[in-house]
């Protein structure tokens, strides 16, 4: 999928402050209002730009402790890690799930209230459930975000 510099300056842009007004994302892709506009357009229908979220304060709504939880399941079939997959992602505790290869499974970043909540969330939500063969936490101490994330570029 071809990204050329102006819909470079304008994702950054928008990543920057999604909720810019379009006639500050022309300024800052140095083209007209209605390029701008047309441009973004084409980028939501081109399935670059999937969305507009708020980034919430986790410690503001009282999850403040956060960890990554490694997961092994067993047996390690379709059904069984759809099955947790689907599970594991609806918990209102889980920020962020990732499928991985290698040890584990499955990746869980959580955010709790603290760090009680965070060993029932282990104990008694996850092994409880029969897939799950082991569990390894680990403390997140401080989340870092990139402020943009580029496309990558062209090959020749």
Known sequence: MKVDATDRRLLRALQKDARAKNRDLAAAAGVSPSTALERVRALRERGVIRGYRAELDLAAIGRPVQALI???I???SRRVIE???EWAAALP???GLFVTSGSS???IHVAVPDPDGLYAFVIDRLTERREVAD???SMVYEHVRAPHI???PDRP
Do not use: M, N, S, Y
């Open 135 to 137: 569990v390894q936490t």
């Open 105 to 107: 499974d499955f990746l």
């Open 150 to 152: 580029d496309p990558a």
């Open 74 to 76: 067993r047996p390690p």
């Open 70 to 72: 490694a997961v092994r």
């Open 93 to 95: 505790e889980t920020i």
């Open 83 to 85: 099955g947790f997959r």
